[in-house]
């Protein structure tokens, strides 16, 4: 009879989720002796509404949690203890009962352009095609590149890659972390430097969400956390919950640590690139959820009322 497993993680089949659950279950074998038998941690896979819906952009079918919800259920439920986030999927408030405590180092958090026409948004033809479904990367490429056309992209890494191949558009945009992770290595690739465009909340970093009350997958997970990795997302993730973002919201952060010190840049900006807001602080690493609040409400002043109206907001 097959041994019970000692820690069930709950994931998303895509590639880049398995990727990410297989990091994990290393991971945890090499910081436990007792986890080092290779059935004694199993990786459960779990569809999300993210996953099923295909055909349209993810924006529009609107809600938190698309991609996550049904793996916290499962939690919930107890059929799995552990869930592997990537954490720029994840709602800023959780279901009462999780919690995630255990942030894994970050990837890099930067966007990467892929096109085999040029090397960056800047040197594209006018009028170039670049094909993209998320709002921010919509909003900040059309906020620096008017006369570009931006259509929606969807699929898989493997999916967009051949379309881009395929000539169907010009250009496309995917976060580095995701490339590097299943070790893609697509000539015509060009990190962008955070200051052309600002990441995702939380782009490039793993979190793992387990039950408040499980003390045993607590001390299990402790060695796994890496305390710059969470100072960073942290502050990024206090910035978001302050404007209330959602999928409908382009908002970006970036937070870095270098010299003791703290630094985050956040900004919002309209879908259509007309409209950009930006703020940054530095302050003490302690400090990450006072700052990244700090800066959410200086982008809430400074965008103004009228802003966050024509975002349908409220
Ligand atoms: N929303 C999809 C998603 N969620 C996390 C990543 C990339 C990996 C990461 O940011 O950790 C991606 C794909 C992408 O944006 O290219």
Not at 43 to 72: C, H, M, Y
């Amino acid at each position: 009879m097959k041994k019970k497993s000692l820690v069930r993680i709950g994931t998303r089949g895509s590639q880049l989720a398995l990727a990410q659950a297989s990091e994990v279950k290393a991971r945890l074998a090499a910081a436990h002796e007792a986890l080092r038998d290779p059935d004694a941690v199993e990786i459960v896979v779990i569809s999300t509404t993210g996953d099923r819906v295909q055909d349209r952009p993810l924006a529009e079918i609107g809600g938190k949690g698309l991609f996550t919800k049904e793996i916290e259920e499962g939690l919930l439920d107890g059929s799995i203890d552990i869930a592997v986030h990537s954490m720029k999927d994840v709602p800023t408030v959780l279901p009462d009962g999780l919690v995630i405590d255990c942030i894994l180092e970050r990837e890099d958090a930067r966007d990467a352009f892929l096109s085999g026409k040029a090397s960056g948004i800047d040197d594209l033809p006018a009028g170039s095609v670049i094909g993209t479904s998320s709002l921010r990367r919509q909003a900040l490429i059309l906020s620096r590149r008017p006369d570009l056309k931006v259509v929606s992209f969807r699929g898989n890494v493997g999916t967009r890659l051949r379309k881009l191949e395929n000539g169907d558009v010009d250009a496309t945009l995917l976060a580095m972390a995701g490339l590097n992770r299943l070790a893609i290595q697509q000539t015509g690739t060009t990190p962008i430097p955070a200051d052309v465009m600002l990441p995702a909340v939380a782009q490039g970093a793993i979190g793992i969400e387990r039950r408040q009350s499980d003390d045993r997958i607590a001390g299990l997970l402790a060695p796994l956390n890496h305390s710059e990795s969470a100072i960073r997302v942290t502050a990024e993730r206090a910035m978001l919950a302050e404007l209330d973002g959602s999928c409908r919201t382009p908002i970006a952060a970036h937070a870095v640590l270098a010299g003791g010190s703290l630094s985050l840049k956040g900004l919002v900006v309209l879908p259509d690139g007309t409209q950009r807001h930006d703020a940054a602080l530095d302050g003490a690493p302690g400090d990450a959820a006072a700052l990244g609040r700090e800066v959410g409400l200086q982008l809430r002043r400074e965008a103004g009322p009228e802003f966050f109206r024509l975002l349908g907001q409220g």
